[in-house]
């Protein structure tokens, strides 16, 4: 009997792991082997010193937990930051990865305003703590008719976070470099999945994205913002579970 497909999955800005929980529950039920790790600083995970965090620096550290899996491969998908720490890694280590699932993220690299906005958020943080954090993004994840428990749960995940780590991810996202000319030399299939009420990273970008894309899917998701994968999970789950049952 084969080993089951591994399917490692890289969560957002400013949450952790847990974003997947619907995500993993539904492949783990149909026999697939799920990692949901923490990036350094989310979660239960601590906070790296600000200098060594990158996108890049990311991309090796989840390449290392590839290494030493005992498939030393997967197929990765990864959310909003998620997907910049992914395409790091298809720019660093193409080989661990099997297929490509890019949600609600994009490949271009900040634009002096979104530059400016992590910066301030920097600038505020250590001051007035990460539930100003949370009062901000939560209406910018989530679609306007989003459950008020599922506000509250994405409100509780940002607010559990360590601030050095947000801090030290805007840094590290505001630092990072444009990966579309990446997007046209992907020779591994590819699904780019997007809210279509997603304010952050709209679907005109995703098409724009998978147009680049030789072996690219595009799943819109109705009536889901940018974390599609919480606010529509069934939704979310086939397109991923068609997707991999394709490979």
């Given amino acids: 009997m084969s080993a089951p497909q591994t399917i490692l999955l890289l969560h957002g800005f400013p949450l952790d792991s847990r974003m997947w929980t619907p995500q993993r529950s ?79 993220t994009h490949a271009a690299a900040d634009t002096p305003q979104a530059r400016e906005n992590r910066r301030n958020m920097i600038r505020a943080v250590p001051e007035s703590g990460v539930k100003p954090v ?47 000319d990446l997007l046209r030399q992907l020779r591994v299939p590819a699904l780019v999945v997007v809210g279509q009420e997603d304010v952050l990273t709209p679907p005109a970008t995703a098409r724009a994205m998978c147009d680049q894309i030789p072996a690219g899917r595009l799943v819109e998701i109705p009536g889901a913002g940018h974390l599609a994968n919480l606010e529509a999970p069934q939704a979310v789950n086939a397109a991923i579970v068609e997707f991999l049952r394709a490979l």
């Fill in 26 to 104: 539904a492949l783990e039920g149909l026999g697939y082997r799920v990692l949901t790790p923490d990036l350094p600083g989310f979660g239960r995970r601590k906070p790296w010193p600000r200098e060594n965090c990158s996108m890049e620096s990311f991309a090796d550290d989840i390449h290392r937990l590839l290494r030493a899996d005992t498939g030393g491969s997967a197929a990765v998908g990864g959310f909003s930051m998620g997907g910049y720490v992914l395409l790091a890694l298809l720019r660093r280590h193409p080989e661990v990865v099997t297929a490509v699932m890019l949600m609600d």
């Fill in 134 to 180: 949370a009062d901000a993004m939560v209406p910018r994840l989530l679609s306007s008719t989003a459950p008020a428990e599922l506000r509250r749960h994405v409100f509780a995940m940002i607010c559990s976070q360590n601030p050095a780590g947000i801090v030290n991810a805007q840094e590290a996202m505001a630092r990072r470099g444009d990966h579309t």
